[in-house]
Structure formats: structure tokens, C-alpha cells
């Protein structure tokens, strides 16, 4: 028997999840003994990132899913794992699978947006600092040390009055 079952798949980019941890599900499952809701531990399919993983359990989750319905729904992740609590395979079955699944890919769709245009910015200010610092340089290289023509009709003068003083 597999310990997991297959569902939708993300790209690189977007976060999603890969599928039920059947061995973290309860043993009585489809039994007279079956806890009314329990956790279901589902596979990210690679790693979270320190943003997602606030995105994920943060205020905004929970408000969506009361929103979408699963007020009684919470969300805790532990390494590779979402953990949702107060839930059944049934209810992800028939549409939390699909928020969670959406929530998951905004969250990464908005995190991605948001390193682009830090990417973005940062990149025009490298940009116009190497514009600055080149005219810099070019203001620089057009600086000349060489003797003014006043300078040169002064000593010119000074030559001939001392020629002048002495003959």
C-alpha cells in the first residue's frame, strides 16, 4: 500500500502540495471509530521559503479559509508537511484541497512579484549609481592641470621687464 496519494503539481515557482501522508491519517478511517474531523498532514512539493511558510499560517489564511467556509480549518506546517487541522479526507476532496492548493499558489505568485520589483529596484539603483559614477569620471578626465593662458602672458611680461631692468 502507498503512503501517499498524488494530487495536483506546482511548477518550481509556485508552491503546491504533493500529496496526503496516508500513514499520518487516523487508523479507524471509514469505520464506526472514525474521528468526526482530524488532521491531514499533505507533502509540499519543495521546500517553503521563510515568507511563504508566514504567509501560510498567518492571519490572512485564516480568513480565508472561514471565508471559503472552513472557519473550523487551521493550518500549522512542520518541515516539508501542511498540517491541517479540524478536517476530513472528504472536505479536501470536495474543495479545501482547491483552496488550499490556490492559497498556496498566490502566496508564492504575490511573493515572486514582490522579489521582482525589489529585483527591479535594486538593479535601476546599481544603474544609475554606474550612470553617476561614470559621469563622475567623465567630469573627472576632463579636468586639465595645464598652465592658463594669464599665466603664460604674466611670465611673458615678467621676461621682458627683467630684460628691460637689465639692459
Excluded at 14 to 27: I, K
Excluded at 97 to 126: F, K, N, P, W
Excluded at 128 to 142: G, I, M, Q
Amino acid at each position: 500500500m502507498s503512503t501517499h496519494t498524488q494530487s495536483g503539481r506546482g511548477t518550481a515557482d509556485v508552491l503546491g502540495l504533493r500529496s496526503v501522508l496516508v500513514g499520518s491519517l487516523p487508523a479507524g478511517l471509514m469505520t464506526q471509530a472514525a474521528p468526526e474531523r482530524y488532521t491531514v498532514e499533505a507533502v509540499f512539493d519543495r521546500r517553503p521559503e521563510k515568507a511563504e511558510l508566514d504567509e501560510i499560517v498567518g492571519d490572512d489564511a485564516a480568513r480565508l479559509l472561514a471565508g471559503a467556509g472552513y472557519g473550523s480549518v487551521t493550518l500549522t506546517v512542520a518541515d516539508r508537511r501542511l498540517e491541517i487541522h479540524g478536517t476530513t479526507l472528504e472536505q479536501l476532496h470536495d474543495g479545501l484541497a482547491a483552496v488550499l492548493a490556490d492559497r498556496l499558489a498566490d502566496i508564492s505568485t504575490d511573493l515572486r512579484a514582490r522579489q521582482a520589483e525589489v529585483e527591479t529596484q535594486t538593479m535601476d539603483l546599481a544603474a544609475r549609481e554606474n550612470d553617476r559614477a561614470a559621469a563622475v569620471a567623465t567630469l573627472a578626465a576632463t579636468v586639465s592641470f595645464e598652465r592658463s593662458a594669464r599665466l603664460d602672458d604674466d611670465l611673458v611680461a615678467d621676461t621682458h621687464d627683467s630684460a628691460a631692468v637689465r639692459g
